[in-house]
């Protein structure tokens, strides 16, 4: 792949996907401000909000940056027996299966010693678990997807996979912590 690194080239590329994630952020913050009342009747789950939206962007940036250095080396195969996406993707599913009962058991620490209202730890780190793994997966799948679309279309995956994962992953995020949060509370 060809790659111009010139300033012109890297906007030209970024700058469309950046207008149109713009767009994508501001419906994740009218799914927030849906969930408002449970928000405020909870406040550990608002605790969990940011860090949790936080954790599932970063988790999909990590993935994203190693499977470009891969791109770049000319490893990446994107075969189903392809070790550098199945070993990254385990990674990544790993470390959000043992990160987040820990973001949750914070989460409930912290309001504690704030005080008010708070829901019983364990509920706090299952929400917090059942989130943290469903947005691994979904994170995999979207960093997969969107690194495989940059390489389809002659895309430096440097310039468009991480932002487009980050901000793809605040949006299942939030989505994904009101459905657990409906379910489980």
Request: aromatic fraction near 8%.
């Amino acid at each position: 792949m060809p790659t111009d690194w010139t300033v012109r080239a890297i906007m030209r590329a970024g700058l469309p996907v950046l207008l149109v994630l713009t767009l994508v952020e501001i419906g994740s913050g009218l799914v927030l401000g849906s969930f408002q009342a449970s928000l405020l009747r909870y406040p550990t789950l608002l605790v969990l909000v940011p860090v949790t939206i936080g954790t599932a962007g970063n988790l999909g940036s990590i993935l994203a940056a190693r499977l470009s250095t891969v791109f770049h080396l000319g490893l990446l195969s994107f075969e189903p027996d392809d070790e550098f996406l199945l070993g990254n993707a385990l990674a990544t599913i790993g470390l959000a299966l043992t990160l987040f009962p820990v973001v949750g058991a914070g989460a409930w620490v912290l309001q504690a010693i704030v005080g008010g209202t708070t829901l019983p730890f364990g509920t706090v780190v299952v929400v917090a678990f059942t989130s943290g793994a469903i947005l691994a997966v979904l994170a995999v799948v979207v960093t997969f997807v969107t690194t495989y679309a940059a390489y389809r279309f002659g895309l430096d995956p440097d310039d468009v996979v991480v932002p487009v994962v980050t901000n793809v992953c605040d949006v299942l995020g939030v989505v994904v912590l009101v459905l657990v949060v409906g379910l489980l509370v």
